[in-house]
């Protein structure tokens, strides 16, 4: 193999480290199908060469002989991630297509944009840092324990196509996709990691890649590894190679590593995990990545920050109405548009992206070119409708929350309402609800393992020679590990955004929940009586002035609108000689006064 088209990241870390001719050359162990020979990646430059030509024969080569130059070297990126690097030439005929430019137009946070302006970044750049996160932890894996582990240099080849390529998959809006719009359809057999396994095959028959099939096979296996998926296991002593891209055994992998921090850094949310010390302090124990102990706080701190943004950014409660709207508009323009007789295709599903909400917005510039009949025009009206509704930002209305109490997960004893349920609670008289103003979402954040600690999957060891691993219990650590790793709660949205239809949705659940629990568990916000609107609005602001009520606090001084004073002056202090407010008798000055003087 020609060092030339080693990627400069491979070439610096392997400078002082010669490689055997065996891992140079070929191929020991490389399970079923290796008669047929693995791919051979050292050709990808010779086969791109017109035939017949010699490069650097000559001035003005071809445009060929310039691309087989270009591709030898692979392609540099700047990320405002991860910096610059570089990946293997053998990526680039996958992210030169047209299946995996697709990713550009797939939001990675879908329609959380809407809410957090910065999250504009797309799952074509995030499959470049899984890429790239693959290949450098794999490769310190590899130069860490030459000789130990039982790989070739086209391995870490494949593992970093596997990231590459593990998002192919992706439907429009990202997960919202399948775990919302898929499922009100009534389809629950489809994922997205089966399609990007899907999706690799027709990119490589499509584009005329030249990759070997067991290879293929093996990407495929990486991607779909802790999926359940039984496409080609690791062969035996490699499952650690399996686990860099997707982890279904502890869930620490290159994929959440990239996303935590890319998703963080664009939506402006602090998080405090390290992923450079949980790559540098790792080594591979007994055919599983292991991780020095005194890397235990900092992983939990990575389970910690994935709970953390979902609480904060994943599930954030007007991203979720956003998304509740899209999908409706989704469910009615689905007869028309037919857009679950393309999931199953990869040549037809290529077709999706985020331009689905511009296409319905807009159908009419295209309607000469559909045959739609009537009810398939009208069901496209309705879901113009809510387009235009999320357009002018006339959003679902996120009404309240209440946490499901513990013993009712662990028992096992909780059971959703519907929303049926939530309106035959309603009491009330002064509006007529119906099960379709109601949403129930159950919202559930959990640190990866459900209610389970996942740092009680990891293996650990004592120092980098170590070369037996064992399990660390939270309380050899800290005190302060958190008791619970999963919380539920149930949130609900009113479709109908009129105040007094809001209100007597809160009211409605605040009686089932009575209803169902007693006084344990009560609405996370109290409800809010409908705002004035008109006059009737002017009146009670002019009320609240003439009575002293509003009072505020300006940079230390008390304005008081007609209190004491009566003149609507500054005083400063806190209702010294001539004070025009006192303090609330609820603020924490005056609480901690009254402690004081009783004591």
């Keep these: 193999m020609d060092d030339d088209i080693i990627p400069l990241s491979q070439l610096a870390n392997e400078a002082f480290n010669p490689v055997a001719a065996a891992h140079l050359n070929g191929g020991s162990n490389l399970g079923p199908g290796a008669a047929a020979g693995p791919t051979d990646f050292s050709g990808l430059g010779d086969s791109l060469r017109p035939s017949g030509s010699c490069e650097g024969a000559g001035p003005g080569p071809s445009s060929a002989a310039a691309a087989a130059r270009f591709i030898k070297s692979g392609k540099l990126f700047q990320d405002p991630i991860h910096g610059t690097f570089r990946l293997d030439p053998v990526c680039t005929p996958i992210f030169d297509s047209r299946q995996f430019q697709r990713l550009r137009r797939l939001k990675q946070l879908g329609l959380t944009y809407q ?17 790239h996160l693959a290949q450098k932890f794999a490769v310190h894996l590899w130069n860490l324990q030459r000789g130990e582990l039982d790989i070739e240099r086209r391995d870490l080849r494949l593992v970093e196509l596997a990231g590459l390529c593990h998002d192919l998959g992706h439907g429009p809006f990202s997960h919202v996709f399948e775990r919302e719009f898929l499922r009100r359809k009534g389809i629950t057999d489809w994922e997205h990691e089966d399609m990007s396994a899907l999706m690799l095959d027709h990119l490589i028959d499509s584009n005329h890649v030249d990759m070997h ?18 496409a080609v296991r690791a062969p035996a002593g490699q499952q650690w190679l399996w686990d860099i891209v997707a982890n279904g055994r502890s869930g620490i992998d290159v994929d959440k590593f990239d996303y935590l921090k890319r998703d963080s850094t664009y939506c402006g949310v602090m998080i405090s995990c390290n992923f450079d010390r949980i790559m540098q302090f790792s080594k591979v124990i007994g055919d599983e990545i292991c991780f020095k102990y005194s890397e235990y706080m900092n992983l939990y701190e990575l389970f910690h920050a994935r709970a953390s943004m979902h609480r904060q950014v994943y599930t954030h409660k007007k991203a979720k109405a956003i998304e509740f709207m899209v999908v409706d508009a989704l469910v009615a323009a689905d007869p028309a548009l037919r857009i679950t007789h393309r999931i199953r295709d990869p040549a037809d599903f290529q077709l999706l992206d985020d331009g689905l909400v511009d296409m319905i917005e807009n159908f009419e510039q295209f309607r000469h070119l559909l045959s739609l009949e009537d009810e398939d025009e009208a069901a496209l009206r309705r879901s113009q409708a809510i387009i235009g509704r999320l357009r002018r930002r ?13 013993d009712e997960l662990l028992s096992d004893n909780w059971r959703a309402p519907t929303a049926q349920d939530i309106v035959n609670s309603y009491r009330g008289s002064d509006v007529q609800l119906s099960a379709d103003d109601v949403i129930l979402q159950e919202n559930k954040i959990d640190y990866s393992k459900r209610d389970k600690n996942p740092l009680d999957s990891v293996h650990f060891f004592d120092h980098l020679e170590a070369t037996e691993k064992r399990k660390l219990r939270p309380d050899q650590i800290s005190s302060m590990v958190v008791a619970s790793y999963q919380e539920k709660t149930l949130r609900v949205y009113s479709r109908n955004a009129c105040p007094k239809h809001v209100q007597a949705v809160h009211e409605a659940f605040a009686c089932w929940l009575k209803s169902r629990f007693g006084s344990k568990v009560t609405t996370s916000t109290p409800s809010k009586p409908p705002l004035p609107r008109g006059p009737q609005a002017l009146g009670a602001a002019a009320s609240r002035l003439a009575t002293g009520v509003g009072s505020k606090r300006v940079r230390g001084l008390d304005y008081a609108a007609g209190g004491a004073g009566g003149d609507g002056t500054y005083s400063a202090g806190h209702g010294g000689a001539g004070g025009a407010a006192e303090d609330d008798s609820t603020s924490p000055s005056c609480l901690m006064r009254t402690k004081q003087a009783r004591q």
């Design 213 to 230: 099939e067991y290879d293929v096979k093996r990407i495929k296996s990486m991607i779909l590894s802790g999926h359940g998926a039984d």
């Design 394 to 406: 006339e959003l679902y209305k996120y009404v309240t929350d209440a946490l499901i109490p513990q």
């Design 115 to 131: 809410v957090f302006p910065g999250a504009s970044h797309n799952r074509f750049e995030h499959s470049l840092g899984v890429a």
